[in-house]
T-cell receptor, first 114, second 109 residues
């Protein structure tokens, strides 16, 4: 059973719509991340958070925004979706302390903007 | 800077061995390895810290050569379930995890 949940699993939406991709984890992890991945390609970090009220942009420039009001919740918002935003969005989390822990990924949201 | 993985793809028969390499141009603190099956999320396999240690998980093991800034993933006596895309992720002084381009592994009966 997954400890990190993403909804929706699939989303097809029209250009210009506002969307929010949900990500929640039940593990109490401080660190959370959003990655963008085109099919069969590498993962690119677009946002991350080290705790409540902490958010930073990642390596890949993105027009999306994130918030971290609660430890378990890290939603990603696109104010005006465009076809170039079509991709898979993966949320991940990890334990805050120590270098020995890997990332746990959610199942992803596959977004298509038409 | 993104680590470089090689090979980009490999096809094996069940029971054969494979090696996947991951190289970085920057000094590394640790290396992660993940496997992603088609349509699924990446799954954490193991992490290696600098010091050249080797870790294992069943018949999958890995090494980390800090001086060469390289890591290798060894798959021994491959099984059908090993099929998927393998990603290395490197952590450098900025403490951020950067993923390589992936290696697509297909194991055939």
């Amino acid at each position: 059973e997954a400890d990190i949940y993403q909804t929706p699993r699939y989303l097809v939406i029209g250009t210009g719509k506002k969307i929010t991709l949900e990500c929640s984890q039940t593990m109490g992890h401080d660190k959370m991340y959003w990655y963008q991945q085109d099919p069969g390609m590498e993962l690119h970090l677009i946002h991350y958070s080290y705790g409540v009220n902490s958010t930073e942009k990642g390596d890949l420039s993105s027009e999306s925004t994130v918030s971290r009001i609660r430890t378990e919740h890290f939603p990603l918002t696109l104010e005006s979706a465009r076809p170039s935003h079509t991709s898979q969005y993966l949320c991940a989390s990890r334990v805050g302390q120590g270098p020995l822990y890997g990332y746990t990924f959610g199942s992803g949201t596959r977004l298509t903007v038409v | 800077q993104q680590p470089v993985q090689s090979p980009q793809a490999v096809i094996l028969r069940e029971g054969e061995d494979a090696v996947i390499n991951c190289s970085s141009s920057k000094a590394l603190y640790s290396v992660h390895w993940y496997r992603q099956k088609h349509g699924e999320a990446p799954v954490f396999l193991m992490i290696l810290l600098k010091g050249g240690e080797q870790k294992g998980h069943d018949k999958i093991s890995a090494s980390f050569n800090e001086k060469k800034q390289q890591s290798s993933l060894y798959l021994t006596a491959s099984q059908l379930s090993y099929s998927g895309t393998y990603f290395c992720g490197t952590v450098n002084a900025g403490n951020m995890l950067t993923f390589g381009g992936g290696t697509r592994l297909m194991v055939k009966p």
